[in-house]
């Protein structure tokens, strides 16, 4: 009897870790990671736009990115034909370089394999939601003597960043998607 309750609680256990690395790696796929191998393919595809982060591991302001980027995945998932992207430059160093990353972390849109935008408001307008420094020094003085929640006012900034974000996306793609199909046009 108390080996079928210890095989019931073994199979168990097995059971609900394989589940939680399944949510675990599904809460992740809505951010693909690219390298020197994939980049070209994927930002090729036909009809797809790919905005993509270029970062470094050690670089500071792209640690205070913190979940962001992921949200942003998660935000853009219900949209057919854009996807969210990240490149490690200190391991992909040819790509970065091919694409011109001058500083970290930097934000491109890619359109049928060509760049047709660089998100740059994030830094500066000075909007870093997960920011260190005298930025954050102030939100919190402000939000103290404001009698705010300094936490709860430092998610809704990243909210704000992640829909500024997503807008940026889905108005440069539809530039990006009318001007190839004025392009086809002209073939014709």
């Known amino acids: 009897m108390k080996a079928d309750h210890r095989l019931l609680l073994i199979v168990t256990l097995l059971i609900s870790s394989l589940l939680l690395s399944t949510l675990v790696h599904v809460s992740r796929a809505e951010v693909i990671t690219l390298t020197e ?3 070209s393919d994927k930002v090729k595809e ?3 736009a790919w905005f993509v982060k270029f970062c470094v591991p050690w670089c500071k302001h792209c640690k205070s990115l913190g979940s962001m980027w992921e949200d942003l995945g998660k935000t ?3 949209e057919d034909a854009i996807e969210v992207g990240e490149v490690d430059c200190g391991a992909n160093r040819p790509l970065c370089s091919n694409v011109k990353i001058g500083s970290y972390p930097t934000f491109k ?3 049928n394999g060509e760049e047709v ?3 740059r408001d994030y830094y500066l307008q000075g909007r870093n939601c997960r920011a260190s420094g005298r930025y954050v020094s ?4 402000e939000m103290v003597i404001m009698g705010n929640d300094v936490q709860k006012s430092r998610d809704e900034l990243c909210a704000r960043d992640v829909e500024s974000m997503r807008t940026f996306v889905l108005e440069e793609t539809e530039k990006a998607a009318t001007n190839e199909q004025l392009e086809d ?3 014709l």
């Open 37 to 39: 191998t994939t980049f």
């Open 185 to 187: 046009d002209k073939d």
């Open 76 to 78: 853009m998932e219900l």
């Open 138 to 141: 102030a939100l919190r003085f």
């Open 109 to 111: 849109l890619f359109y």
């Open 46 to 48: 036909k009809d797809t």
């Open 117 to 119: 935008a660089r998100y």
